[in-house]
């Protein structure tokens, strides 16, 4: 049984050195290994790195998975600081992160509201932190919200899909948002 923690925490030293750092960064993260990660990621030169918000999007979800507000909240920072949060797939990580290890739902929202690109993944994910937070009506206010805007944009094809009726064989023309 000792050998088996052993060998789980010197895991990092078993990836092959020749490995971009970008590589081993995304290896890390996908083993739950976040302080290798960000480690790692903190002895890399910040021009070399191409796959920005790759990284950090998966930095952010390691995050979450570890449950590490702390780390979190710093990724955040350095999105912010990088300009990255314009990236959707970074901004719903860090509504994930918000979501899931932030109890205030207020500071969630203003993750929210501060997304340059809100998707069907966005706009779920802040529907039901609402209803788990016990506040359906501002769940049901927000789905209403998001209603409209799809309704509003020529981005409706991106926004919702329609949902097949059980049992029909006809699209009823209800929509997913």
């Known amino acids: 049984m000792k050998l088996f923690f052993l060998f789980k925490r010197h895991q990092t030293s078993l990836l092959p050195s ?81 979501f899931k290890l932030i109890p205030d739902m207020v500071q969630t929202q203003k993750v929210f509201d501060a997304l340059y690109f809100k998707d069907v993944i966005s706009w779920t994910s802040m529907i039901t932190g609402y209803v788990r937070a016990g506040k359906p009506a501002t769940s049901v206010e927000l789905f209403s919200r998001g209603s409209e805007l799809s309704r509003m944009t020529s981005l409706s094809p991106r926004w919702s899909r329609p949902v097949r009726s059980s049992g029909a064989s006809a699209w009823d023309g209800a929509y997913i948002v």
């Open 18 to 98: 020749n490995l971009p750092k970008q590589s081993r960064i995304l290896r890390l993260c996908k083993s739950g290994l976040l302080l290798d990660a960000v480690h790692l990621l903190n002895s890399t030169n910040p021009s070399k790195l191409t796959l920005k918000p790759l990284l950090y999007a998966s930095l952010l979800q390691t995050c979450t998975k570890a449950v590490s507000l702390t780390h979190g909240l710093q990724i955040h920072a350095h999105v912010i600081k990088t300009g990255l949060e314009t990236d959707r797939f970074v901004g719903n990580s860090l509504l994930s992160i918000y």
